[in-house]
């Protein structure tokens, strides 16, 4: 799945496993010490399932991204584009739906984390390739 994918799209996955091993140590921690939110067998599997669906996401946005420009009508780009977004955050709905139902095997406050530090991974991402950049 990583393979021939864009330099970009490999840093994302890359600092989404490490966020997902971070938020991991992070809320066992908190959980042992602090407050117990979730079972942390839960809270593990939430987070786990999230990161898969966050590294999916990521997968599906480059090719679709990929489709996208090779499109030559600029509406028919704009409506697939428009679909495939609606389809990724159907997606996460689905997963949080699923979440909710099965709240024994998946945590909610674990999967919520992960699906949301995609973004954190986008912003991480575009900070180290600007910082690759100019030492270029």
């Known amino acids: 799945m990583i393979f021939g994918m864009s330099r970009t799209a490999r840093l994302m996955c890359f600092i989404l496993i490490c966020l997902c091993i971070f938020f991991s140590v992070a809320g ?19 987070l786990l399932a999230g990161t898969a669906l966050s590294i999916a996401k990521v997968k599906m946005m480059e090719r679709s991204l990929n489709r996208i420009a090779d499109m030559e009508n600029s509406k028919n780009a704009q409506s697939y584009g ?32 992960s699906v949301l530090y995609m973004q954190i991974a986008a912003y991480i991402a575009g900070y180290l390739l600007r910082k690759d950049k100019k030492r270029l």
Do not use: C, H, K, M
Not at 85 to 109: E, H, K, M
């Open 28 to 46: 066992l921690l908190i959980n042992a010490f602090v407050y117990p939110f979730e079972p942390p067998a839960a809270y593990i599997t939430g």
């Open 82 to 113: 428009a679909l495939q977004s609606i389809f990724r955050n159907l997606l996460t709905l689905g997963l949080l739906a699923l979440v909710f139902f099965f709240r024994d095997i998946f945590g909610l406050f674990g999967t919520i984390i």
